[in-house]
């Protein structure tokens, strides 16, 4: 079994297709994008997995790898073909043996059309990017086995339906309609992504001058350190022509990610959102940011970080679910990033969660903030709390005004080389574009392992 093209190069197909659910081809789509295409097609006993489908997998990823292209696989299968027994398991396990080799070095896809269930969804959990139809739903284990082991009985789409993806477990990067609509959403997605890990991505076209200032940025800061406001407001104000792809919109909403491009560069967002959760960091939200500055270090995509956070969400509940070891996932993403990093701080920046937004101690390129920036252990009335305890009203109040005059101004961490400049928010767009033409060859020499060891 092989996968050959014609003289053209613009169309691959199996030279022996396998009777049954998966099919793979090699398509371009409608943007001129070359991608290796999966369907595992739900109409063929129901999508069970026989060892030869998932012998298709595999060749598809490996083709994929070989030829530095995208892998898209469209899923709707209700999982291994229980008639093959053990022959399907070790099919699948080739499947899933190659997409885990694509990580990292091909973008990968899942489009989930229909059922996803054991197997199946796991080979979801291990692509970049998952795409929900709304009459899809994917599990490990399904409602039956729910209701014997819990006596809970639960519907498909309680269980594992879009949205219950889309907002509970993350799994679902993004939830649309139809096929149609999901193939839009990948062809929209890939604008912004290289072929594979040895290339760049390309530069877009825009009129959109890089000089063009963005006083409408600042002005949504609300005049008091707790206003609420939406963060996507600045994202879209520094971006070229007001665009910008969010990923995982409903999910860990206290910080968005996202793609959007900055003088025609693509580059990943990773803003705090004061919206919910006040901007806070919690284990979702660390889980997410990780996952995305992951990838956009994987394919060569410069990363904006837009800082307005009190710092780590705190609970008993989170500690003991292990905040420690997820807050430490995005720690460890922007530590071990090559790509251009440049950071803003819009806002506030405390304590810990100062540090893992990609501070300047953890090694970005260029770290800004906005005159009204408070950097610090914690804000003036958290302090109060600890070093004034005994003190009277006026006394606190008197504390609170001196230490944020003497601490919390970004003037101090310039001066300490901690912030880079203290910019006028009209000119943030200016700064960073300058910023990535001048990153736009950054290289770094890596020390060679066989891998690092990431707090999962």
Known sequence: ???TTDSSGSDLSLQHMVPGAAHASVRLLSTGRQVVWLDIEGSVHRGALSAAASSVIALAAQTALSKGLPFIAVMESSGADIVEGIAALHGWGLAAKALADCSGIVPTVCIVSGPAVSGPALLIGLADFVVMT????????GPAMVADFTGIAISNEELGGPDAHARHSGAATAVVHDIAEAVSWVESLLTYLPDSVHKIPDVLYTQDPDTRRTPEAGAVIPPTSTGSYDV???????????DFFELRPLWATNVVT????MAGYPVGVVANQPMSLAGTLDIQASQKAARFVSMCDAFNIPIITLVDTPGFYPGKDLEWRGMIRHGAQLVFAYGRATVPRICVIL?????????VMDSKEMGNDLCLAWPWAELAVMGAGQAAAILQRRATPEEKALFEEDYSARLLNPYIAAERGYVDAVIDPADTRT??????????DKRENLIKRKHDNSPL
Do not use: W
């Open 431 to 440: 700064e960073i574009c300058a910023a990535l033409h001048m990153l736009r």
């Open 1 to 3: 079994m092989a996968l």
């Open 258 to 261: 996202g793609l959007t491009t």
């Open 347 to 355: 806002r506030k920046s405390y304590g810990g969660a100062y540090i």
């Open 232 to 242: 996507r407001n600045v994202i879209t104000a520094l971006s070229d022509d007001a």
């Open 134 to 141: 709304k009459d899809s739903y994917a599990f490990v284990s």
